[in-house]
């Protein structure tokens, strides 16, 4: 079992930055791949960024490329999302995944455990 809190959502001026923090309990976090992902009020949930479990690879959708980049702590049990030049279309709730593999996925079905997610507001 993992549990994941997020934080470090808030409000922000188009242009400006966010660092998102997944905090992870249990002992086992070095071993799962970490997951982005967001929504947006009346849409799905897409994929943001993933992570290997060692770190060493990394994913982005190609709407958020060059823009955020996705890291993990293992020591820490904590992932992070340092989003960049904000635009006001990344307003949504993002949400931490974790998926028992040492791939990850880009489907939300691919996760097994899920964050409660923390909202991101860019303002234009």
């Known amino acids: 079992q993992v549990q994941l809190v997020e934080s470090g959502g808030g409000l922000v001026q188009a242009g400006g930055s966010l660092r998102l923090s997944c905090a992870a309990s249990g002992r086992t976090f070095s071993s799962y791949a970490m997951g982005w992902f967001r929504q947006a009020p009346g849409k799905e949930r897409d994929f943001v960024s993933a992570i290997t479990w060692s770190g060493r690879f990394t994913y982005y959708a190609n709407s958020v490329k060059g823009r955020f980049t996705i890291s993990r702590d293992n020591a820490k049990n904590t992932v992070y999302l340092q989003m960049n030049s904000l635009k006001p279309e990344d307003t949504a709730v993002y949400y931490c995944?974790?998926?028992?593999?040492?791939?990850?996925?880009?489907?939300?079905?691919?996760?097994?455990?899920w964050g409660q997610g923390t909202q991101v507001t860019v303002s234009s």
């Open positions: 995944a974790a998926d028992d593999t040492r791939v990850p996925g880009t489907s939300s079905g691919d996760y097994d455990y």
